[in-house]
């Protein structure tokens, strides 16, 4: 049963701290995007990597987020420093550069 | 850029049918898609619509008007279960996937 695997699903820091948030996509799959869901924001595209090359960050602030691909089995997507407006569920999802995507069940993030 | 509109809430009862209406403005447009989310769950893939009509698969149908740059989901013979959100999201020339704000569909007993 292939799956998109996200760790940890859950994370409590304090502001401030580094943040690293990772992605295993689907085996075979050639497109990982990053999305932050808030009540206020829904569902907000940070990253877009098309094999492993990132192809669009405009939605991500540059200052204190990045996010990679060193390999296709891992991707990452790291806050540093964390601020608590950064509270949020961040999901990652894989497909094959069509209109469906698989999503992993996202990392609940709190920064206190 | 690329912006999607789509109601916040509907309410529908069990048994009929709802359509949750989403509007588009977006450069490179290939397709519409159509995702599900139940609360605390991910969004899971629903259907999608790149030619002009309807698409049905079982109690969902989803229609795309190009010209109008207008889409629709259709929930027919509602259940307790599709209580969920609802997002339309734009598929682009990029190949990126940009989501709607989502409707929140209460199914009422």
């Known amino acids: 049963d292939a799956r998109v695997t996200q760790t940890p699903r859950h994370k409590v820091t304090e502001m401030g701290q580094e943040v690293t948030m990772r992605c295993q996509p689907i085996?075979?799959?050639?497109?990982v995007f990053w999305y932050r869901q808030t009540m206020m924001q829904g569902l907000e595209l940070l990253a877009y990597?098309?094999?492993?090359?990132?192809?669009?960050d405009s939605g991500m602030p540059k200052d204190r987020f990045s996010a990679e691909m060193p390999d296709a089995t891992l991707a990452t997507l790291k806050i540093q420093p964390s601020e608590p407006r950064d509270s949020a569920v961040y999901f990652c999802a894989s497909g094959w550069g069509r209109a469906e995507a698989f999503f992993g069940q996202g990392t609940r993030l709190t920064v206190v | 850029g690329q912006s999607l509109e789509q109601p916040s809430e509907v309410t529908a009862v069990e048994g009929a049918i709802v359509q949750i209406n989403c509007t588009y403005q977006?450069?490179?447009?290939?397709?519409l898609s159509w995702y599900q989310q139940h609360d605390g769950g991910a969004p899971t893939f629903l259907s999608y619509n790149a030619l002009d009509g309807l698409e049905e698969t079982g109690r969902f149908s989803s229609f795309l008007s190009r010209s109008d740059s207008y889409g629709y989901l259709l929930l027919q013979e509602l259940q307790m279960k599709d209580s969920a959100s609802y997002f339309c999201?734009?598929?682009?020339?990029?190949?990126?996937?940009?989501f709607g704000g989502g409707t929140r569909l209460m199914v009422k007993p």
């Open positions: 085996l075979g799959h050639n497109t």
């Open positions: 999201a734009d598929y682009n020339a990029g190949n990126m996937l940009t």
């Open positions: 990597f098309r094999n492993r090359a990132p192809l669009d």
């Open positions: 977006t450069s490179g447009f290939y397709g």
